[in-house]
């Protein structure tokens, strides 16, 4: 079974602070995504990456950063947590092609900046 | 660009009934995926029925499946026999050739989800 992981369940931070939210996966998957969901606006993709070293802006990419130097590892970064970043943050993974888009995920970061 | 609409915020059902979530979507493309995934209370995502848009025969899994209506873009989500851990997000996606930035496919659309909700 393919297993996406995430290091906090439950996070809470202070407005300003550096944030690293870290997902792992171990199915070998080129892409790994970023998005954050709230309620009524759904899933909204941050990052993505197609490979190492690789990212690609999402939808909602201001205030966040990304980093992947292992091909197992994707990181989202907030490099100034502000309020208006409390959100439910899920990281996914998927086979790079057309013919398999399915997405897996992880179990989620419940981020809550004060 | 491609769009996801699930029109219903929230549903509620009783126990052993039926009920169908309605999604729709807006596309160029010819040959697309479609899924529902579902999102238990503070639980992990998982998806729950996929199809594919070449493929007439509608999707099936066991209590689940979709009467998937390509030229009417429509992709609803039938629960057959409604069980108390049915109770969850359920949210639509679409992902498609198109659906790439930067040259890579995997992307996916989704919709703002459905709360559904199975009463006993």
């Known amino acids: 079974d393919v297993k996406v992981t995430q290091s906090s369940r439950y996070l809470v931070k202070r407005t300003g602070e550096k944030v690293f939210l870290e997902c792992v996966q171990d199915?070998?998957?080129?892409?790994m995504f970023w998005y954050r969901q709230d309620p009524g606006l759904g899933l909204r993709l941050i990052y993505f990456?197609?490979?190492?070293?690789?990212?690609e802006k999402g939808d909602i990419p201001e205030g966040y950063s990304v980093s992947r130097e292992k091909k197992e590892r994707f990181s989202l970064i907030l490099e100034s947590a502000s309020t208006n970043q409390t959100s439910m943050y899920l990281c996914?993974?998927?086979?790079?092609?057309?013919?398999?888009?399915?997405?897996?995920f992880g179990p989620g970061t419940r981020l809550t900046v004060t | 660009a491609q769009t996801v609409t699930q029109s219903q915020p929230e549903m509620s059902v009783q126990e052993a009934e039926t009920v169908t979530l309605s999604c729709t979507y807006d596309?160029?493309?010819?040959?697309?995926?479609l899924f529902w995934y579902k999102q238990p209370p503070s639980r992990q995502m998982i998806l729950v029925i996929r199809?594919?848009?070449?493929?007439?025969q509608n999707a099936t899994e066991n209590r689940f499946s979709v009467n998937f209506q390509k030229a009417a873009k429509s992709f609803s989500l039938k629960i057959s026999d409604s069980q108390l851990g049915d109770t969850a997000m359920y949210f639509c996606a679409f992902g498609g050739r198109l659906m790439n930035y930067g040259g890579s496919q995997g992307n996916l659309i989704f919709g703002k989800g459905t709360k559904l909700s199975v009463k006993p």
């Open positions: 990456s197609y490979d190492v070293k690789m990212k």
């Open positions: 996914a993974s998927s086979w790079f092609g057309e013919e398999e888009c399915e997405q897996y």
């Open positions: 199915m070998d998957h080129e892409n």
């Open positions: 199809q594919e848009a070449y493929k007439q």
């Open positions: 596309t160029s493309e010819s040959n697309y995926y």
